[in-house]
């Protein structure tokens, strides 16, 4: 089943009940499903069928409806975040071959410069403008154009954490099956609204805030960007009951509360994406009476593959878990031979059967065998599983080239980072973890000093000493200017260890 029928059927018990909100107005699934239905004629009119589609946009209604009448045109859609800098931008246009440019009515100046100074010169549509008034508001493919749910329907693009990006490609299965298990996992009820404070072009938000939502007869309230006392206002108007972003987002809606004296009396749970709150950010919402779920996840695997239950209490989660096992996939643990280890408790490599899974890297074909192997994603994650089935508990320990592995101890370097934080002199810093000239690993710490400050190596390593095990106080201190950083705040290990590759002998 293609996703445009899966929201017919999946939506059909009550057509009344809003499907998004936007600047104060509903719009139910009725008038949703129509605007589908009549944007998918003129699309077809206007593009024709295959196209590429690359979408720099906003949040918006009318976003969502363009992305399910493309999947109509057996179109494939590209989201691309607007907030990356014009080159990351034209690169994401040239590798994923893009045939056409969709925006929302707020970026369409500043895109068409931006294409002209990085001279490409493809076709801009502005989705808000685009209605199909005059075309049937019901759907019937034509004959020889029936789209297959097979056909690749979305690329995303990683992060890059491990290397130049990869675009990861998926077809209608996938994202159906990417959908199955948040059913379980959110439990919505018939009054729940979900808003994501992220942008729809990462997969993350993409998946969780607009597509699990919609093909499941949810209520999305879409931010129109306001200041921080109409939007913690529209929160409440807006009656938001789930909140999807990623730490960074939260901490600064935790500020913006500070700022307005004001609270999100509605909203009952957020969910984050992209790496861990801070203790006392995760304190402050229950302290607002608002239960906080972790998400794990990669794109390769449909993004999701653990969560946190969110009506567990802060108090009683096991430190460093990243959830229970996710209905319908299955994980393995694998040693450095990538043989299985059996057991109650494993730690090596994690792999996860999922139907899930992308279909492929974007004309990565070698990569694509190493990663997807039969029905298995093999993740590059280290993790602990303890327990099996119901039972079963996941931990995530880390990338491989992040760990110092010796006689079986696996030592993580994250703990450096909180023993300098806050400390007199330091305003960032991050273990990481070099190699020497025979290849053995050396613990390392980079340090961006406050200004004027005359804290040394000396120094660094005595902080370290106070608050850490021998194993962990850092053989090397590095000072930087800045700690790299992915879009959830989360310290990229591997480019600090590349930017200093050669400091240890």
């Known amino acids: 089943m293609i996703l445009s029928q899966l929201l017919v059927v999946n939506t059909a018990r009550d057509l009344s009940k809003p499907a998004i909100r936007f600047l104060g107005k509903d719009m139910t699934y009725a008038d ?47 989201p691309i975040d607007p907030d990356k800098t014009p080159a990351e931008i034209a690169e994401w246009i040239r590798t994923t071959k893009c045939t ?28 808000e403008k685009k209605q199909g008034g005059e075309y049937d508001p019901t759907f019937t493919p034509a004959p020889e154009h029936q789209p297959k749910d097979t056909n690749i329907v979305v690329i995303f693009r990683s992060q890059g954490i491990t290397g130049k990006p990869k675009y990861i490609q ?32 990462h997969p993350f938000q993409f998946i969780h805030g607009m597509l699990f939502p919609i093909l499941t007869g949810g209520s999305i309230v879409v931010d129109h960007g306001m200041d921080n006392k109409e939007f913690l206002q529209y929160i ?3 009656k938001v009951t789930r909140l999807i972003g990623s730490p960074p987002q939260f901490l600064k809606l935790l500020l913006a509360c500070r700022a307005e004296h004001k609270g999100i009396p509605t909203v009952r749970s957020v969910f984050v994406g992209l790496g861990d709150l801070q203790p006392e950010v995760q304190r402050a919402f229950e302290t607002l009476k608002v239960a ?23 108090e009683n989660r096991i430190r460093g878990c990243i959830g229970k096992p996710l209905q319908g996939l299955k994980y393995k643990i694998m040693d450095e031979n990538f043989d299985e280890i059996e057991g109650s408790e494993r730690v090596g490599y994690l792999a996860v059967s999922t139907p899930a899974a992308m279909t492929g890297y974007l004309d990565r074909e070698k990569e694509t065998k190493n990663v997807l192997r039969g029905s298995w994603v093999y993740t590059g994650d280290y993790a602990k599983i303890e327990g099996e089935e119901e039972n079963m508990r996941l931990y995530f320990l880390g990338r491989r080239d992040e760990l110092i592995i010796e006689q079986g101890v696996i030592t993580g370097v994250g703990e450096i980072d909180w023993a300098l934080k806050g400390q007199m002199g330091v305003e960032d810093a991050a273990g990481f973890v070099l190699k020497d000239s025979r290849g ?40 930087t200017d800045h700690i790299p950083r992915d879009a959830g705040g989360n310290i990229n290990r591997i480019k600090l260890r590349a930017q200093f590759l050669g400091v240890v002998v």
């Not at 593009?47 to 399910?68: D, E, K, L, Q, T």
């Not at 100046?109 to 490409?120: A, S």
């Not at 406050?450 to 850490?468: F, G, H, Q, T, Y």
Request: include cysteine; hydrophobic fraction near 45%; proline fraction near 4%.
């Open 32 to 78: 949703f499903r129509t605007r589908v239905a009549k944007l998918s004629y003129l699309l077809i009119h206007e593009i024709g069928y295959g196209a590429r589609v690359g979408f720099i946009c906003r949040n918006s209604p009318g976003v969502a409806a363009a992305f399910f009448a493309l999947t109509n045109a057996c179109a494939t859609i590209i």
């Open 100 to 127: 056409h440019i969709f925006v929302t009515n707020d970026l369409t100046n500043h895109v068409r410069e931006m294409l002209n100074t990085e001279r490409i010169y493809l076709p801009i549509v502005e989705i």
């Open 170 to 201: 998926y077809n209608h299965k996938n994202l159906a099956a990417a959908i199955t298990p948040l059913k379980q996992a959110y439990k919505l009820g018939p009054n729940d609204r979900i808003m994501s404070i992220g942008n729809w072009a």
């Open 236 to 238: 409440q108007d807006s």
């Open 292 to 314: 906080v779920a972790h998400i794990f996840g990669q794109v390769e695997s449909g993004w999701t593959l653990a969560m946190e239950d969110y009506t567990e209490h802060f």
């Open 440 to 479: 053995r690993p050396v613990v390392a710490a980079a340090v961006v000093k406050v200004e004027k400050s005359p804290i040394n190596e000396k120094a660094v390593i005595d902080m370290c000493a106070s608050r850490l095990s021998g194993d962990l106080v850092p053989k090397v201190v590095v000072f």
